[in-house]
């Protein structure tokens, strides 16, 4: 009996040795295996279609409706303050918001990149607990509208910072008045 279970595995073993080796074979024809060539997966250096002049100008009508584009290198910062976007104290978009994210999704689209940071800010509330759940809730509302838009990146993070990083101190509590109540969306052009 012994024997007949070590025939069997052997035939076993020889069969399944013997479809591996048609399955590589197949494979190998078929463009399975990636190319040694360095240029075939490289990124293009602009997006087609785009040109500096373009970006610059959509980068001075943004500056117009009041929201801030900063650039270091290929650092990308977008400061949108939140009156702009949310109602006071809610994290759901108003109707008027949208023509100033549609605004800011044309921009981002002339870039390639690989993540968006959208990162939520507020001023100083009763609690620490209700300014990072209200700046997570806004910084998602925004991050999934720049989804929905198609916006062409891998990822989209959204993060609640609440009252960290103010831009101006001796705040008064409560209220989206404030500039330290702002919505920043940040990314890295990818070059090359």
Known sequence: MKRWEIVKNRFRLKY???????????CAGTGFYPSNDPDLHKMPIKVKGTADSQVMALQAKLSKQNVQVITVGEDYMISIPSPMLFPNESPQLTW??????????????????????????STQYVSTRREDALTLARAKSVSNYLWSQGIDSRFIF???AGKDKPIIGGDIVGGD?????????????TVA
């Open 96 to 121: 008027q918001s949208y023509a100033t994210l549609n605004e800011v999704v044309y921009f981002l689209k002339q870039f390639r990149k690989v993540a968006v940071n959208v990162t939520g800010f």
């Open 16 to 26: 399944l040795l013997v479809i591996m080796s048609v399955l590589l074979a197949g």
């Open 177 to 189: 008045t404030s500039p330290n109540s702002r919505i920043e969306i940040t990314f890295r052009d």
């Open 158 to 160: 959204a993060e609640g």
